[in-house]
């Protein structure tokens, strides 16, 4: 299984997280609802491997919209449980054996490449585009998971605040590269410029847990969330000087787990 793809899998389950959690006034959209093991963020490419019957169901419904309609589902990170379970008996998109629980917050998938299989299954690639917060998660859709959802909002204009904070960022970051890569340049001469970009990327390419990145997404203020990730780059950087080692690749680590 390569690391790279988060293998779509069944849940039997699906509950949330967080005392926050309360219906919504303003739902504003409906959402096919894809739980991983891994936090997606705007902008960030997130390859997938699709095997699982009702996730193969949600491919065909993306490519058959009609052209011009938005070919995008809900990427959710697990709090607890797993991508993949055995599927059980009965029609409900979480029949099965298992059971997962969703945090609140999470980012759409915007379907860019779809590759069929011989057996049946999918590779496709996806981009994050746009933040949600799930009001409820409708587990009797069929044949897969599905939410009401309020959009979260974008930052728009500019912010003299997030920008000062941008620029410590990079520095902080490049700072952080060069302990972990041979070549700390490569990426660090790519790093945009744009605060919210800018944060979207350090946050989805830092070595850091999903409940780390599960904190930053939920985070709707550019300059609040670059903040936050000065105070993780400068914890994972001290951590990295005391052991003088990491051990495995950024490139791995920053991949989402999966399971075996």
């Known amino acids: 299984m390569h690391p790279s793809r988060p293998y779509a899998g069944t849940v039997s389950r699906a509950t949330l997280t967080g005392a926050r959690l309360v219906r919504l006034d303003h739902v504003t959209a409906r959402l096919p609802v894809f739980p991983l093991a891994t936090v ?3 902008g960030l490419v997130l390859p997938l ?4 019957e009702r996730y193969r169901a949600l491919v065909r419904h993306l490519v058959d919209l009609p052209e011009g309609a938005p070919r995008e589902f809900g990427v959710v990170a697990i709090q607890a449980g797993w991508e993949v379970a055995p599927a059980g008996p009965g029609s409900r998109a979480t029949a099965g054996v298992g059971e997962v629980t969703l945090h609140e917050v999470g980012c759409t998938a915007e379907l860019r490449q779809v590759t069929e299989l011989a ?3 999918f590779d496709i690639v996806t981009v994050g585009r746009r933040r949600f917060r799930i009001a409820e998660v409708d587990e009797d859709a069929a044949p897969y998971l599905t939410a009401d959802v309020e959009w979260l909002p974008d ?4 912010d003299e605040v997030a ?6 960022v990079i520095a902080v970051f490049r700072q952080y590269l060069g302990l972990i890569r041979p070549d700390p340049e490569e990426i660090s001469e790519q790093l945009p410029e744009d605060p919210t970009v800018l944060s979207h990327l ?8 999903v409940d780390d990145r599960q904190r930053l997404l939920a985070i709707d203020d550019t300059a609040a969330r670059l903040r936050a990730e000065l105070r993780l780059l400068n914890r994972e950087a001290a951590l990295l000087r005391q052991v003088r080692a990491v051990p495995v690749p950024l490139a791995e680590l ?3 787990p999966t399971p075996n």
């Open 40 to 42: 997606l963020f705007p």
């Open 49 to 52: 491997h699709i095997f699982e």
């Open 119 to 121: 057996d049946g299954g």
């Open 155 to 158: 930052p728009s204009g500019p």
């Open 163 to 168: 920008d000062l904070l941008a620029a410590r």
């Open 202 to 209: 350090v946050a989805a390419t830092a070595a850091l847990t």
């Open 254 to 256: 920053a991949s989402p």
